[in-house]
């Protein structure tokens, strides 16, 4: 998580220019963006401290210097807190390994959502549980229970590029929120083998990665081209899980009497099976 703390900063000064924080620009730049003294004397840190922070070798950093520097660095409230979850990293090495198990509470939730596809989302972005029309809309049961997983899909199934119309956007909406995860659970095996079969397997994974964009996907709009009923598009709301920061529920919400919501249901006919564990 040093390199990742490291490569954030350096990809963050790397879109602002010295005029946008109300500096002259000087000399031939060998990078884009704001040089490393620059940051250093915006945020009111000396040089040498912060090129010991970006290069994962300094003391701990207080709260104070780290919310200088999202100052300078323009960024956002994701971003902020991600700062600071790479910069003093929590070790969960000790902690055994599990398997992600959701309530019977949610998923009586999630069964109950009769007109509205959803399904359940834990560590990874793993698919641990879903409804009918969230697999009549997606078809988590027809995948591997091995593969459900979001990134894998976007990423390493063909259909993925039919599937969403924009494509561009979800997979690098997918791959922003999976590198937030990373900054949650460094020490995370599983975690770093599914990042690292996706970088052997997909060069669009590999260069989204590297750009390290990190954000969440609390609420949104996602169109899904349906081989059956064409072209739908949901607004979507994400929820927390009670009594798991770990887990969240998605739901698509279409709009009442709009063409998406006639389409879906259609699709309602067909969905006659109930949510299904990701095992």
């Given at each position: ?63 104070a210097v780290l919310d200088a520097i999202a100052r300078v660095l323009r960024l956002d409230e994701t971003e902020h807190t991600y700062l600071r979850t790479v910069a003093r990293p929590r070790s969960r090495a000790s902690a055994p390994a599990s398997a992600q198990r959701v309530r ?176």
């Amino acid at each position: 998580m040093d390199a990742d703390l490291g490569d954030f900063l350096r990809s963050r000064r790397a879109r602002i220019q010295p005029e946008d924080v109300g500096l002259q620009a000087y000399g031939r730049r060998r990078v884009p963006g704001l040089r490393r003294e620059e940051v250093a004397q915006l945020a009111g840190v000396s040089v040498d401290y912060y090129i010991r922070l970006e290069q994962g070798r300094g003391p701990s950093v207080s709260d104070a210097v780290l919310d200088a520097i999202a100052r300078v660095l323009r960024l956002d409230e994701t971003e902020h807190t991600y700062l600071r979850t790479v910069a003093r990293p929590r070790s969960r090495a000790s902690a055994p390994a599990s398997a992600q198990r959701v309530r019977p509470g949610l998923r009586r939730v999630l069964d109950s959502l009769a007109a509205a596809p959803a399904f359940v989302l834990g560590r990874r972005m793993d698919v641990l549980a879903w409804n009918a029309l969230g697999d009549a809309v997606v078809g988590f049961s027809r995948m591997p229970a091995a593969e459900r997983n979001m990134p894998r899909q976007v990423f390493l199934e063909p259909a993925a590029r039919e599937l969403y119309p924009d494509w561009a956007a979800v997979a690098a909406e997918t791959v922003a929120y999976l590198r937030l995860d990373a900054g949650l659970h460094p020490d995370d095996r599983k975690l770093a083998t599914l990042v690292g079969e996706l970088s052997l397997k997909s060069e669009d994974f590999r260069r989204l990665w590297a750009d390290h964009q990190v954000k969440s996907k609390t609420y949104g709009v996602k169109r899904v081209a349906h081989p059956l009923v064409g072209e739908l598009v949901f607004p979507y709301e994400t929820l927390g899980a009670a009594g798991d920061p770990d887990q969240c529920l998605v739901v698509y919400t279409p709009e009442p009497g709009s063409e998406t919501a006639e389409r879906l249901a259609l699709l309602a006919g067909r969905a006659a099976a109930p949510s299904a564990p990701a095992d």
